[in-house]
């Protein structure tokens, strides 16, 4: 299999490519469960494509009126008051190292805030994923933001980085300083015990255009 290099790790070249699109979006059917595959019949499963591709599109359309200068003012003063965070451009550097990690989307104008126990492995984690089926929605079509984990390798374009073993206990306390408007993070941060706990904490975003005043 064809691979490529990224921040000086190999990642593995895919046939709808290292970048996100509307077609490759969802690029085969995958379930978090076997619960799933039992309740999707092909008209259901026509039925939920249909709304997770509204819900790509109307993600979309907030991230073009998002104001990339703005944007950067905004990571520039994160930085600024956090300066444990780095830049990094080898993610070979990480292997096994422990901490807090700032994935930059530049295109976009957007960043995901996260913290791991080994970040190399974690955020190869994010780029390798194809996002479940039934896990592309949190919330509903209208206020779900698009995961992480929807975007592809080279989609990142910046990975900054705070190098500690105290992990989990910062993260919420992060995502809280940088404005959510610029944020992928579907959840407040910490350890979360499962789906419901997750629920709990879900963020939601107006994904209107008409909502959005800036």
Do not use: C
């Not at 970048?19 to 085969?28: D, G, P, V």
């Not at 530049?106 to 995901?112: G, M, P, R, S």
Request: glycine share 4%; proline share 0%.
């Amino acid at each position: 299999m064809p691979y490529n290099k990224h921040f000086g790790v190999k990642i593995f070249g895919k046939s709808s490519g290292l970048k996100l699109t509307r077609e490759n979006y969802i690029e085969k059917i995958t379930f978090h469960n076997s619960h799933f595959k039992e309740r999707y019949t092909d008209l259901v499963l026509e039925a939920n494509k249909a709304d997770r591709l509204y819900n790509y599109d109307r993600n979309m359309d907030y991230f073009r009126i998002l104001n990339k200068e703005e944007f950067n003012i905004e990571l520039k003063s994160f930085l600024s008051n956090n300066k444990s965070f780095v830049k990094i451009t080898d993610l070979a550097s990480l292997d096994g190292k422990s901490g807090y990690y700032i994935m930059v989307l530049d295109e976009y104008a957007l960043a995901y805030i996260g913290t791991s126990r080994d970040i190399k492995k974690r955020i190869q984690q994010h780029w390798r994923m194809q996002m479940n089926f039934d896990r592309m929605i949190f919330g509903n079509k209208e206020n779900s933001i698009l995961s992480i984990n929807s975007f592809r390798a080279l989609d990142t374009t910046r990975i900054f980085v705070n190098l500690t073993s105290e992990i989990y206990s910062l993260e919420d306390k992060l995502i809280s300083q940088f404005d959510n408007k610029y944020l992928l993070n579907r959840t407040s941060g910490g350890l979360l015990n499962g789906l419901s706990d997750a629920i709990v904490n879900r963020k939601i975003r107006a994904l209107s255009t008409k909502d959005n005043n800036f």
